[in-house]
């Protein structure tokens, strides 16, 4: 079997103000043909990992084309699209014989032509292909997952956990349905219920207690009685405003009637839940309060969800620290910024040398103001690392030239393109140990929280004013959702639909 194999891997959030270009994807990850194997230790957990392996475990020749991968922030530049489907078609043009098709997706990506870029990604590689070739696909939790893209597909595989652990087996099970359906192409069936929902990322977990870890724990036990193979539950990226637009439930089994049915009870249980799976938010003053408290175990996280990177905002809000600042809080805080403006002016003064700096609403202007402070350059950094994991542990990480900022016992370390920002890593390689902080502040939602609670046990969500990715996405200016859809619309008493059947 000879299986074509790609990756394309980006979370818009529409109401950043930064585009995604090509450089952001060489920032992260753009590797060409073996170059997407050799060039990454093979104990990364990572969905490309996955597939070489299941495709080795059968048999079968992987043929690896091109892997792009960037960190969330606003909409890709359609010329990047175009660029990376071209590779993809120059590789299957030396192919003599195409069975099939591997793919790692994000699922939630939006450029500046389309709405839907991985539906368009895999419509023109099925017109490219042709009918008969399995498509196999795993995706992010967080995917938009629209018809067009389960029209064009055969497999549709989504992380299960979140805080997200799961990468790999996520990929190995995409690969592993792709080659049974290779097989016997009525192995199995993929239906499908579609949501008009979104809901903030911060309110729902597999790891505490909750009704989504109990509508996921359903899903395992139907695959445990037989009565599915696999199931997704797909929570849309909420910061999205495209159309068209759902959250989804996947479920494939070997009959129709039966996968069809428990795509729809997993899917009208999660609509049911909805309004409880809502963050706890708290004020910035009250986890100042808090931290304050000598009582209160040290480190204290701030999560500041509305800033989450890798929710694809922008990353250059000081509200917090600005607080800090007016309270004159007698805190040890650490906090990250996105700020090259600040970066390249600490590397003109130098390491021990202080200045007058400018924190803050780099990019996003809307709702907040920079941070004015005297600061001392305490480090410099080019800005290259390895995650801690557990999520894609040993994955190389780039943020551009770094320096760490000090303002009294308040530091900040400033990038040019933040990282994964819920891996502490984002502190620790810049000489910031989070465990000798009071206060730290982590621009996250959730995935944060494995990582973090090795040695904290206080986490505080907050919605940060001046964010674009807060939780309370009424307040953000959506224009393209379609409706009704919740949280704009209550939708109290809505019945799912039927589940469509996409093979």
Known sequence: MNILYFEFSQETNSFNPLLCDLDCFKNWTYREGEHIFTDLD????????????????????????IAMVSQSQGPVTADVVDLFLDKVRAT???????????????????????????????????AMVGPEPVIAVAYDMHGNITPKMLHNSDVCCGYQTYPHEDPYETGYRAAKLG???????????????????????????????????????????????????????????????????????IAIGREEAVAAACAQELAQRLFDVRKELKPDLMTIDQVIDLALDKETPKPVILANTGDSTNGGAVGDNTAVLQRLIERKAPLRFATMLRDPGAVEQAFAVGVGGEAEFSLGAFYNKVGQVPAKVR????????????????????????????????????????CHSPANTGDPQIYRHFGLEPKLFDLVEVKANTSYRLPFSAFASVMCTVDVPGCVGVSDLRSLPFQNIPRPFYPFDEMDGYCVGKAICYN
Not at 42 to 59: D, N, W
Not at 105 to 114: A, K, S, V, Y
């Open 42 to 65: 093979p104990s990364v957990p990572i969905e490309t990992m996955a597939f070489a392996a299941a495709a080795k475990e059968a048999g079968a020749t992987l043929v690896p084309s």
């Open 92 to 126: 299957y043009e030396t192919m003599e014989q195409v069975d099939g098709v591997f793919a790692a997706l994000h699922g939630g990506t939006q450029d500046t032509r389309e709405d839907d870029v991985c539906g368009y990604i895999l419509e023109q590689v099925r």
């Open 179 to 249: 080659l049974m359906k290779l097989r016997d192409r009525s192995a199995f069936v993929m239906t499908a219920v579609h949501l008009p929902m979104i809901l903030p990322c911060a309110g729902y977990s597999t790891k505490e207690e909750g009704p989504f870890k109990e509508i996921t724990e359903l899903g395992h036990r139907f695959v445990e009685e037989g009565k599915l193979l696999d199931f997704s539950l797909f929570q849309m990226q909420p910061w999205m405003d495209v159309d068209p637009a759902c959250s989804t439930v």
């Open 375 to 414: 600061g001392r350059v305490r480090s410099l950094h080019d800005g290259d690392y390895f995650m801690e994991g557990p999520y894609s542990k040993g994955l190389p990480q780039h943020v551009g030239r770094a320096a760490v900022i000090s303002v009294g016992d308040y530091y900040v370390m400033a």
